[in-house]
């Protein structure tokens, strides 16, 4: 992969930027996170004990969703650093659920050679499950 055109730089950037990632979260998912992270939480993987909870069934590791956040800021700033993720989780996400994520450039940062990204995650009836703020530093 050609990686240096893909490359950010401060003055390719501007305010208005968005980008976009969407993904139905499968069981698989769900699985891999947990073996990758030991996010054992009963509400995630165990059928009888997420039924007796609010949510009536198992629902999607939170931080899972947030993960495609990261996609849409390297998107926007490939080649740079994340230096903050601000997030507040709205509504459960539930296995079979598509998510988009989108990101939106709502400042820069001169004196920081930073990016402000409004970030939000909706699901496929259009509802909003995560809403942050994201800051990338940017390298060139």
């Given at each position: 992969?050609?990686?240096?055109?893909?490359?950010?730089?401060?003055?390719?950037?501007?305010?208005?930027d968005?980008?976009?990632?969407a993904?139905?979260?499968?069981?698989?998912?769900?699985?891999?996170?947990?073996?990758?992270?030991?996010?054992?939480?009963?509400?995630?993987?165990?059928?009888?004990?997420?039924?007796?909870?609010?949510?009536?069934?198992?629902?999607?590791?939170?931080?899972?969703?947030?993960?495609?956040?990261?996609?849409?800021?390297?998107?926007?700033?490939?080649?740079?650093?994340?230096t903050?993720?601000?997030?507040?989780?709205?509504?459960?996400?539930?296995?079979?659920?598509?998510?988009?994520?989108?990101?939106?450039?709502?400042?820069?940062?001169?004196?920081?050679?930073?990016?402000?990204?409004?970030?939000?995650?909706?699901?496929?009836?259009?509802?909003?499950?995560?809403?942050?703020?994201?800051?990338?530093?940017?390298?060139?």
């Open positions: 992969m050609d990686y240096e055109s893909r490359i950010k730089h401060w003055d390719d950037i501007r305010v208005g968005q980008e976009t990632f993904k139905t979260v499968t069981q698989t998912d769900v699985t891999l996170w947990v073996g990758l992270t030991g996010d054992m939480n009963p509400v995630h993987i165990n059928e009888q004990y997420a039924a007796g909870t609010r949510f009536k069934g198992p629902i999607v590791p939170g931080l899972l969703v947030a993960g495609f956040i990261s996609t849409i800021m390297t998107q926007l700033t490939f080649g740079s650093v994340y903050g993720q601000s997030l507040k989780f709205l509504k459960p996400v539930y296995i079979g659920d598509t998510i988009t994520a989108v990101g939106t450039v709502t400042d820069k940062l001169e004196e920081k050679h930073r990016v402000v990204v409004k970030t939000e995650c909706f699901n496929q009836r259009g509802e909003l499950v995560i809403t942050g703020e994201g800051q990338e530093y940017i390298l060139n």
